[in-house]
C-alpha cells in the first residue's frame, strides 16, 4: 500500500467535504476522521489485495483503495452495529472495482487498438492470492490458479476471494453480494470445483 495516504486523502476529503449530517459539527468531524484512520490502519491491506485481485493491476487498485476510504468517510452514517466493519468495507470496494472495470471498458472502446498490458492478455483478476498454499505451488501452478480465477464471473470470483483470502463468513459474503446464503454457499462451491479442476488438469499434465 502506498504511504501517501494521509496526505492525498485528506485533499480528497476536504474537496469533499464532511459528511452531510456533521458539516456543521467539528467535534463530529474529526471524530469521524479518527474512526476513518483506524478503519484505514485496519483493513487498508487487505482492501488492496482485494482490489488487485479484482482488476489485476496494483496501480488502479491502489487509486480504488483510495477512493473506497473517501467514499467509507462520505458514508460512515451508514455503519451499522451489526455489521463487521470489513464487510462494510469490501462491500465499498466492489463497487468501486466495478466502475473502474466500466471505466476501463470504455476507454478501449474509444482506443481500441491500443496495446493490451500483460494481466489483461490473461484476463482480468490475475493478481495472486497470497496465500501459504499458493505460496507452495510453482509459478506456473500459480499462474493455472490465476487463468481459472480470471474465467470466473465477476460475482463468483469476488465471492470465492472474500471466503478463501479474507475469511468471511457465508452470511456476511451473503449480505455484501445482496444474495441468499444459500446462493453464496452454490457460487462459492462452484468456483472451488473451477479451481480444483484447472489444478488437476494441471497436475495430470493435461494441455
Known sequence: MPEVWPVAAALALEERGPPADQALDPD???GSRRTLEALYAAHARGVHRFL????????????????????????LHTLTEVERP???????????SLEHRRARVRRRRVVDDAPLEPWEVRGEGGGALPS??????????????????????????AA????????????????????????????????????????????????
Request: negative net charge; proline residues 3%.
Open 28 to 30: 463530529a468531524c474529526a
Open 132 to 157: 501459504p498454499e499458493e505460496e507452495l505451488l510453482g509459478h506456473e501452478a500459480i499462474g493455472v490458479v490465476q487463468g481459472a480465477l480470471a474465467r470466473l464471473a465477476e460475482d463468483r470470483r
Open 86 to 96: 470489513a464487510s462494510w468495507l469490501f462491500g465499498i470496494a466492489r463497487y468501486v
Open 52 to 75: 488487485c485481485d479484482l482488476l489485476g493491476d496494483s496501480a488502479a487498485a491502489a487509486d480504488a483503495t483510495q477512493e473506497t476510504f473517501v467514499r467509507a468517510y462520505r458514508r
Open 160 to 207: 470465492l476471494l472474500l471466503r478463501l483470502d479474507h475469511g468471511m463468513s457465508y452470511e456476511e459474503i451473503a449480505r455484501l453480494m445482496e444474495w441468499s446464503v444459500p446462493k453464496a454457499k452454490i457460487e462459492i462451491h462452484r468456483a472451488r470445483q473451477v479451481l480444483r479442476a484447472e489444478l488437476a488438469r494441471y497436475e495430470g499434465g493435461e494441455p
